[in-house]
């Protein structure tokens, strides 16, 4: 799997949504919106059940490592879902396919991770970035780094173990350290 990179440029952030939503649609566009908010992997983000969302708070095990995550909504994120809920009130999942509307004894499902991955990886072809469904989680944490410069809050944020994993998540590089450094004379 090729390594994709966070989306460091704030208007670039926009337009990936906007040409999500042209290219793809609303849903695509929900899907980027609310990730770049919760900051969860793809496999947990696309299982998102609304009985996982209460109040304004989401409570989620995350797949890969068995944890609880409670993440307090923003307001982008709980108006995103609001505006779904209110527009598929019979939706068990927050991203929910409509393949499966047509036969109805299909039990519902998510969306799926390749079909995401695929619209992701064709706007970041437009863009001129690597992107994929990990840009979400890589871009939020590293707008939070550099609005912060708070390494431990990123590695809290992203549920890391370690400062160096999540510096090379985030895409801060030694040139970026070095820039750093030149740039802020006290």
Not at 107 to 127: D, Q
Not at 148 to 162: C, E, F, G, P, Q
């Amino acid at each position: 799997m090729a390594e994709v990179q966070a989306v460091k440029s704030l208007d670039t952030v926009k337009l990936i949504s906007y040409l999500l939503k042209r290219t793809y649609g609303q849903q695509i566009a929900d899907v980027w919106d609310v990730g770049l908010n919760l900051a969860l992997r793809i496999s947990d983000l696309l299982s998102i059940r609304f009985e996982n969302i209460e109040h304004d708070r989401l409570l989620l095990v995350e797949g890969k490592t068995s944890k609880l995550a409670t993440i307090k909504l923003n307001e982008k994120a709980r108006a995103v879902i609001a505006r779904i809920r209110a527009e598929h009130p019979d939706h068990i999942y927050l991203f929910q396919s409509y393949r499966n509307q047509r036969s109805k004894n299909a039990p519902a499902k998510p969306l799926s991770r390749r079909y995401v991955s695929r619209a992701f990886a064709a706007i970041g072809e437009e863009v001129g970035i690597d992107l994929g469904t990990h840009s979400m989680r890589k871009t939020r944490g590293y707008h939070l780094y550099k609005n912060t410069n708070d390494i431990a809050r990123v590695m809290k944020m992203l549920r890391h173990s370690s400062e160096a994993i999540t510096l090379r998540y985030i895409g801060i590089t030694q040139e970026d350290v070095d820039r750093d450094f030149v740039e802020l004379e006290l």
